[in-house]
C-alpha cells in the first residue's frame, strides 16, 4: 500500500506527553519525516531521519519508529504545539512521496 | 536565510492553465530538488511531484501525470509549476518545499522538505 494512516485528533493536557503514530507498508524500508502545520501557514518540518530536529524545534519533539509505524513523540506538551501534524514517505515504488492523513492535536 | 517565495494568487477558469513560481534564495540551487504539494480547503497535504534543479529530471505522482510540467530557469534560481485542464476540485494552496535526503552510515532511507514555500492559492471557478 502507498498509503499512510494517522489517527484524525488527539488531544494532550498541557505539560503531558502525547504521541501520534503514522502506518504505513514504506515505513519498514524508509524514515517518515513529520510536519507541523498551523491554521494559515505553511507546514514546518520538526523531526527527521531517526530522530533529527531542524535548528529552531525544540527538544521536547522527538520521533521513533517500529515496523511498519512511526511515532512522533512531544514531551510537555505546550500551547503553541496545537496543530495539525502530518508525517511523509516514500510509496511503495521508492520514488514519489506519500503524506499521512494527519493529526490535530489539541492541547488542553 | 533559506527561502521560498512563490508567486501571487490565481484565478482561472475551468480547462486553463496556470503556472506557479518558486524562488530559492540563500542556498546552492542546484543542490536540492524542489517539490510541490497542494492542501484543498480543510484538507490533508498532497505531494504533487518533484523536479532536480541541476539535471531538469522530474516526477509526478500518477494522479498529475500528464496534467502537471515542471520546469526551471536557473539563472534566477527559480522553478515552475504548470497545472493543465484546471477544474474546479483543483481549487487549492500550492506549496514548494526544498527536498532532501537523509543518509546515515552510508544509507540514504529517509527524506525531508524544508523549507516551504508561502503557498500560492490557486482557485477555479467559472
Known amino acids: 500500500s502507498s498509503e499512510l494512516t494517522q489517527d484524525p485528533a488527539v488531544s494532550v493536557a498541557l505539560g503531558q506527553t502525547v504521541r501520534i503514530t503514522c502506518q504505513g507498508d514504506?515505513?519498514?524500508?524508509?524514515?517518515a519525516s513529520w510536519y507541523q502545520q498551523k491554521p494559515g501557514q505553511a507546514p514546518v518540518l520538526v523531526i527527521y531521519?531517526?530522530?533529527n530536529r531542524p535548528s529552531g524545534i525544540p527538544d521536547r519533539f522527538s520521533g521513533s519508529s517500529s515496523g511498519n509505524t512511526a511515532s512522533l513523540t512531544i514531551t510537555g506538551a505546550q500551547a503553541e504545539d496545537e496543530a495539525d501534524y502530518y508525517c511523509?514517505?516514500?510509496?511503495?515504488?521508492?520514488?514519489?512521496?506519500?503524506f499521512g492523513t494527519g493529526t490535530k492535536v489539541t492541547v488542553l | 536565510q533559506v527561502q521560498l517565495v512563490q508567486s501571487g494568487a490565481e484565478v482561472k477558469k475551468p480547462g486553463a492553465s496556470v503556472r506557479v513560481s518558486c524562488k530559492a534564495s540563500?542556498?546552492?540551487?542546484?543542490?536540492?530538488?524542489i517539490d510541490w504539494v497542494r492542501q484543498a480547503t480543510g484538507q490533508g497535504l498532497e505531494w504533487m511531484g518533484w523536479?532536480?534543479?541541476?539535471?531538469?529530471?522530474?516526477g509526478y505522482a500518477q494522479k498529475f501525470q500528464g496534467r502537471v510540467t515542471m520546469t526551471r530557469n536557473t539563472s534566477i534560481s527559480t522553478v515552475y509549476m504548470e497545472l493543465s485542464s484546471l477544474r474546479s476540485e483543483d481549487t487549492a494552496v500550492y506549496y514548494c518545499?526544498?527536498?532532501?535526503?537523509?543518509?546515515?552510515?552510508?544509507?540514504?532511507?529517509?527524506?525531508?522538505?524544508?523549507?516551504w514555500g508561502q503557498g500560492t492559492l490557486v482557485s477555479v471557478s467559472s
Open positions: 511523509n514517505s516514500r510509496d511503495s515504488s521508492g520514488n514519489h512521496y506519500v
Open positions: 540563500g542556498y546552492t540551487f542546484a543542490s536540492y530538488d
Open positions: 523536479m532536480n534543479p541541476n539535471s531538469g529530471n522530474t
Open positions: 531521519g531517526e530522530s
Open positions: 518545499a526544498r527536498g532532501g535526503l537523509y543518509c546515515s552510515s552510508g544509507n540514504c532511507n529517509g527524506d525531508w522538505f524544508d523549507p
Open positions: 514504506s515505513l519498514r524500508s524508509y524514515y
